[in-house]
Every structure is written in structure tokens, then in C-alpha cells.
């Protein structure tokens, strides 16, 4: 015993001089840090001393027995020291990983296509949008926006056929929108095909044609180079004012 507390007698008399010449840098480990506040305190280093006198037991301060094998030696004390002079370095914060948001997709349903004459009327096709990005979608089909549609956007020129914005990477080369063929009556609709590239109505598969429109995001227009429908406009407007899903208008004898 005399020896060791000749050791640490000399050790606390060298504490001044390491303070005053202070140590490399920050330690990793805190060791003396007896309430883990992140800092070492004289009062704590004393608490160090008098376990290595064996005036107190390890487990009054265990943060000093830095190798775990339940003895405090000098280099274990020593390096309480350099904890009280130079500090202790917090550790690096645990990088919080930033969920990565799920791409919005839109899975068009029968009861999703509806009376035409309720939709926006756009230069010759009508649009609406079922995830409530309509304001977004229109600025886009009257040039207010660019190009693409959002997700939800539904667009029709005739009851019989529909592009419906869907998402998800669910057709890359055509901007993720998904083709349909229709079948309307006053009963409502029902869906007959359904796809990609491969879904045909009338002649060749839809995106055979919309796929030269790369620039008005697939959606043919008169002059972007789709293939011509060859259906007049006064036609056009029939087929969407007469869509049979469309309750009757009242006559105007019926109005009076």
C-alpha cells in the first residue's frame, strides 16, 4: 500500500503541471465520469483517488475502470486526468436516416370514370384529376406549367378511352401514365383492358401513338406529332356531351 500511494501521490502532484500544459486533444472515452454528464470533475477525480487507496469501492465510480477487469490501476486513473484537462470529445451523433417518401400512385378504378360533361373541358378533351391536384393538372394542359401531369390526372376525349396519370414507375417511357379502354352506359363504366404499350382500342396500340408527343407529356394534341384521330371537333363534342354515364338533360319543354 505504501508504494501505490506513493504512485498516487506523485501522480496528483504532477495534475498542476498537466493543467497548466495541457494534453494532445479530447479523449474518445470520458473515464471518471462518474454521473456521465460528459465532463470530468476534481470532485469526481478525488472519488478516483480514494478508490485506488481503496477507501471506496470500484462501484462507487465504475466509469474509471476503463479495461472492465474490476480494478482501478494508475494508467486508469492517468487517463481521469487527461478526461479533467483536456475533455472529453461527445460521441457522433447516430445519423438519423431520412425516410425516403413513397412515390404517390394513383390505381384508377370502374366508379373513377364519370360524366364527361362534369370535367374541365380543355381545347378539345376533358380532364379532371382524383387525388386533388386538379389546379396543378390544368395549369399544365393550358400551358401555365410545364410538363409532367400529376399523379391522379385522368383525361378522356371520348367516353370509350382513357389516360389516367398513375405513378409509381408504373411505365417509365411514357411519364408512368396507364391506358384504358372503356366501356360506357348509364349504368356506369366498366373497364376492358387495361396497360402499357400493349393496349389497343381502334387501329394501333395507344402509345404508338401518344409516344410521339414526348414534349406535351404524351397527351396528343392536333400538332405535336400524333397520329391524326380524323374525327371532327363537332364530333368529338357530341361523343362527350351525349357520354350515356351523363344523367339526361331535362328538355326545354321539361324546364317550364
Request: glycine fraction near 10%.
Given at each position: 500500500?505504501?508504494?501505490?500511494?506513493?504512485?498516487?501521490?506523485?501522480?496528483?502532484?504532477?495534475?498542476?503541471?498537466?493543467?497548466?500544459?495541457?494534453?494532445?486533444?479530447?479523449?474518445?472515452?470520458?473515464?471518471?465520469?462518474?454521473?456521465?454528464?460528459?465532463?470530468?470533475?476534481?470532485?469526481?477525480?478525488l472519488?478516483?483517488?480514494?478508490?485506488?487507496?481503496?477507501?471506496?469501492?470500484?462501484t462507487?465510480?465504475?466509469e474509471?475502470?476503463?479495461?472492465?477487469?474490476?480494478?482501478?490501476?494508475?494508467?486508469?486513473?492517468?487517463?481521469?486526468?487527461?478526461?479533467?484537462?483536456?475533455?472529453?470529445?461527445?460521441?457522433?451523433?447516430?445519423?438519423?436516416?431520412?425516410?425516403?417518401?413513397?412515390?404517390?400512385?394513383?390505381?384508377?378504378?370502374?366508379?373513377?370514370?364519370?360524366?364527361?360533361?362534369?370535367?374541365?373541358?380543355?381545347?378539345?378533351?376533358r380532364?379532371?384529376?382524383?387525388?386533388?391536384?386538379?389546379?396543378?393538372?390544368?395549369?399544365?394542359?393550358?400551358?401555365?406549367?410545364?410538363?409532367?401531369?400529376?399523379v391522379g390526372?385522368?383525361?378522356?376525349?371520348?367516353?370509350?378511352?382513357?389516360?389516367?396519370?398513375?405513378?409509381?414507375?408504373?411505365?417509365?417511357?411514357?411519364?408512368?401514365?396507364?391506358?384504358?379502354?372503356?366501356?360506357?352506359?348509364?349504368?356506369?363504366?366498366q373497364?376492358?383492358k387495361?396497360?402499357?404499350?400493349?393496349?389497343?382500342n381502334?387501329?394501333?396500340?395507344c402509345?404508338?401513338?401518344?409516344?410521339?408527343a414526348?414534349?406535351?407529356?404524351?397527351?396528343?394534341?392536333?400538332?405535336?406529332?400524333?397520329?391524326?384521330?380524323?374525327?371532327?371537333?363537332?364530333?368529338?363534342?357530341?361523343?362527350?356531351?351525349?357520354?350515356?354515364?351523363?344523367?339526361?338533360?331535362?328538355?326545354?319543354?321539361?324546364a317550364?
Amino acid at each position: 500500500m505504501g508504494q501505490r500511494l506513493g504512485q498516487i501521490l506523485a501522480l496528483m502532484a504532477s495534475i498542476a503541471l498537466l493543467i497548466a500544459a495541457g494534453l494532445a486533444g479530447a479523449q474518445e472515452l470520458c473515464v471518471g465520469d462518474c454521473d456521465v454528464s460528459g465532463a470530468v470533475s476534481i470532485d469526481e477525480l478525488l472519488i478516483g483517488v480514494n478508490i485506488a487507496l481503496g477507501r471506496e469501492a470500484l462501484t462507487r465510480c465504475s466509469e474509471f475502470d476503463l479495461n472492465g477487469d474490476g480494478t482501478l490501476e494508475i494508467n486508469e486513473l492517468l487517463a481521469g486526468v487527461r478526461s479533467l484537462v483536456d475533455g472529453c470529445r461527445l460521441p457522433e451523433p447516430t445519423p438519423t436516416a431520412t425516410p425516403s417518401p413513397t412515390p404517390e400512385e394513383f390505381v384508377a378504378q370502374a366508379t373513377d370514370f364519370q360524366c364527361l360533361r362534369d370535367w374541365t373541358h380543355i381545347r378539345h378533351f376533358r380532364i379532371t384529376n382524383a387525388l386533388g391536384h386538379l389546379d396543378e393538372a390544368l395549369a399544365v394542359a393550358r400551358g401555365e406549367a410545364p410538363p409532367p401531369y400529376p399523379v391522379g390526372t385522368i383525361i378522356q376525349l371520348v367516353p370509350a378511352e382513357a389516360m389516367v396519370k398513375r405513378g409509381a414507375g408504373f411505365f417509365p417511357e411514357a411519364n408512368d401514365w396507364e391506358f384504358f379502354v372503356l366501356g360506357a352506359s348509364s349504368a356506369g363504366t366498366q373497364i376492358l383492358k387495361r396497360g402499357r404499350g400493349e393496349v389497343v382500342n381502334i387501329g394501333p396500340p395507344c402509345f404508338a401513338c401518344h409516344g410521339a408527343a414526348t414534349h406535351t407529356d404524351f397527351i396528343c394534341e392536333t400538332n405535336n406529332g400524333c397520329v391524326a384521330l380524323n374525327l371532327p371537333e363537332n364530333l368529338i363534342n357530341a361523343l362527350q356531351e351525349g357520354d350515356p354515364r351523363c344523367p339526361p338533360t331535362p328538355s326545354p319543354a321539361a324546364a317550364h
